[in-house]
Structures are given as structure tokens and as C-alpha cells.
């Protein structure tokens, strides 16, 4: 093709895009052109709207048979109003729950500990029953440790030992790494703390747009998937137990928080305090464990200067729930509740 050629087909597609006289000639191929990112363009804004102005509907007719079961009260910290149970006496016992969870996890676990503590459970921020009292709340770490502390001083408790589970284990290793002195013995089940890889499910939450969406539009089937992913006996999980973890997670506050909480909770900082935590531990996992790996209990081992641990066969990611019974007589033997 001569240079001359190529300068004018050059031309002649400069004239399409810019509506010159070609494109006023073949008028036939400005909808081939435009319609595409037109409607690439409306799909965007609709993605748009869904992700950031649409809020979907809330349970608020599901009565918890659970809440009806027990006597839970609300106390107010600077930022949020906490959701709790409270049972027996004793030593102060402060039961901290995971990610997408709420105290309802701790059901087969409080009567238990309450014959010899005084034990709490509490819906942490962006969880279950309580609600955020001050604006764009952020649930970050320091915000979740923030709500620990702010929790035992409206308690008045000056020490405490403190249970997690999944990311309620890696929320307490902060508030110890932040407030040794508050902290009387760890019990950690399951638990976050490293700045490990995260799942492909997980990973999504971090892309704007998408987190939301996923938030915005999980169904009661992925909640039942999650808790069947997290139990080895999966004929275990019934519809009770889906209900009652779905119905707050419906509450317009806590699903922001889902994708708010996995892109700002930096488990980096956790990692790096842990060989200066030196309260004694007590690591409990199941060994089938399918969102963290049981090796993970032997690294804590490896790096937490007072720790003991305990890794349960058949057995998943909610030991607790799972195999209350064995998990109970470990808790007590190690806080000394067995005396």
C-alpha cells in the first residue's frame, strides 16, 4: 500500500470518529460505533447505582428464637451501642465472636462458663445486633479494639481473660498487643492474626464496586454455604442456624461493614505485635478446618511466647459450635474453671 493510500484510509476513520463527511455519508455505521458504548455506559451507571445508592431490604420481622431464650441488653460505648448477653458470676469472661457472626455462636458455650465466670458476649461492630452511633465508622482494627476497651470500661471490668473466634480471635490478639494490661488469658479459636493470602471470595471485597455489589446481594443460599464450609459435620447446620445468622446480616450498617472491614483490617499489624504478646494462650482448631489451615495453630505456637495448643480431628472452622463439649472442657481446664 502507498504512504498516500495510508494517509487517506487514515483520514477517512479520523472522519468516522470526530462526525465528518464520511460518517455524513455512511450514516448506517454511527450506530455500529456509539450503540456499544452506550450500553456499556448504561450498564456501568446501573452497576453504580446498585453498589453505592440502592439499599436492600432488612429482616426486621424474624424473631430470634435464640434473643428470646436469653436476656440481652444494649450499653453505650463512644462509638457504637453494643449488643450483649451477660451470665453467671465470677471472674470476668468476654466472649468475642467472628466476621458475618454474633453471640448467637457462643450459644453451646456460655451455660458452661457461666457456672464458674462471669461471662459476656458481645456483638462487635459491624455484627449482629449492634449499631453504630457515630459516622462513617471505618472497622479497622483499631476500631474493633476501640469497642473492646470501650465495652469493659462501661462494665467497669479492669481485667479480663478474653475468648475469639476466626476474626474475633485475631480482633482480641490486637486488643492485647494495644492493652496487655487488661488482658488476664487468651483462648483463640480458629483464629485470624497473620498477614496470610486471603480466598478469591475474599480478594473480590477489596475491588470498589464489586465488594459492594456482593454485599448488596448475598442470598440465604451463600449464608448456608458459608456455614456448611465452616462445620466437618455439616449435618450439623440446620435452618435455625442459618436464619439466625442471616437475619442481621441483612442490617443496611453491617453489610457496608463486610467489605469495609476486609479492606481496612490490616493483619500485618497483628502478625508483627504477636512475639510481644506475652499472655498465656490456650489455640484451639479443628483440624478440617477449610478457611485456615490447622497449621496455622503451630505457627502461633512457634511465635507466642505463652501458648498451648489443641487441634481436634473431624472437626471444622467453628470448633466451638462443632464440638462444644470437648472445647468447653479445654477452655475450662486452661482459665481454671474446673476447681
Known amino acids: 500500500m502507498e504512504y498516500s493510500d495510508k494517509i487517506r484510509k487514515g483520514n477517512l476513520w479520523l472522519n468516522i470518529f470526530q462526525g465528518g463527511g464520511y460518517m455524513k455519508t455512511k450514516w448506517y455505521i454511527r450506530p455500529i460505533v456509539w450503540l456499544p458504548a452506550s450500553f ?12 453505592y445508592f440502592y439499599v436492600p431490604p432488612e ?28 451470665a453467671g458470676a465470677g471472674d470476668p469472661l468476654i466472649l468475642i465472636h467472628g466476621s458475618c457472626g454474633w453471640l448467637y455462636g457462643y450459644r453451646h458455650n456460655i451455660p458452661a462458663l457461666a457456672k464458674h465466670f462471669s461471662v459476656y458476649a458481645i456483638d462487635m461492630p459491624g455484627n449482629g445486633y449492634t449499631v453504630p452511633i457515630c459516622k462513617a465508622p471505618e472497622y479497622d482494627l483499631d476500631m474493633m479494639s476501640r469497642a473492646i476497651l ?18 474475633g480471635g485475631g480482633w482480641t490478639l490486637h486488643f492485647a498487643s494495644r492493652h496487655p494490661e487488661r488482658v488476664d488469658k487468651l483462648v483463640l479459636i480458629d483464629s485470624n ?5 486471603e480466598k478469591l471470595t475474599f480478594k473480590l471485597f477489596y475491588i470498589p464496586v464489586v465488594g459492594e455489589l ?19 459435620n455439616t449435618s450439623l447446620v440446620d435452618d435455625t442456624m442459618i436464619h439466625e445468622a442471616m437475619t442481621p446480616l441483612t442490617f443496611y450498617h ?36 477449610k478457611y485456615l489451615d490447622y497449621n496455622l495453630a503451630y505457627r502461633f505456637e512457634r511465635i507466642l511466647p505463652k501458648v498451648k495448643v489443641v487441634v481436634i480431628d473431624n472437626c ?24
Open 193 to 197: 492474626g497473620f498477614n496470610i493470602p
Open 59 to 86: 429482616d426486621r420481622v424474624y424473631q430470634s428464637p435464640y434473643l428470646q431464650s436469653v436476656a440481652s441488653d444494649f450499653i453505650d460505648t463512644d462509638e457504637f451501642r453494643i449488643h450483649y448477653t451477660h
Open 316 to 339: 471444622g472452622h467453628s470448633a466451638h459450635e462443632e464440638q462444644p463439649e470437648q472445647v468447653n472442657q479445654l477452655m475450662l481446664e486452661f482459665l481454671g474453671g474446673n476447681s
Open 40 to 51: 456499556f455506559g448504561i450498564f456501568i451507571l446501573i452497576l453504580c447505582y446498585l453498589a
Open 214 to 232: 456482593f454485599s448488596n446481594f448475598f442470598t440465604i443460599d451463600d449464608v448456608r454455604k458459608g456455614y456448611q464450609d465452616a462445620f466437618y
Open 150 to 167: 470501650g465495652f469493659m470500661n462501661a462494665k467497669e471490668i479492669e481485667k479480663a481473660a478474653l475468648i475469639g473466634h476466626s476474626s
Open 254 to 289: 453491617n453489610r457496608r461493614a463486610q467489605y469495609l472491614s476486609i479492606r481496612n483490617q490490616d493483619w500485618a499489624m497483628t502478625e508483627k505485635a504477636l512475639p510481644d504478646i506475652d499472655i498465656p494462650a490456650l489455640i484451639i482448631w479443628g483440624k478440617n478446618d
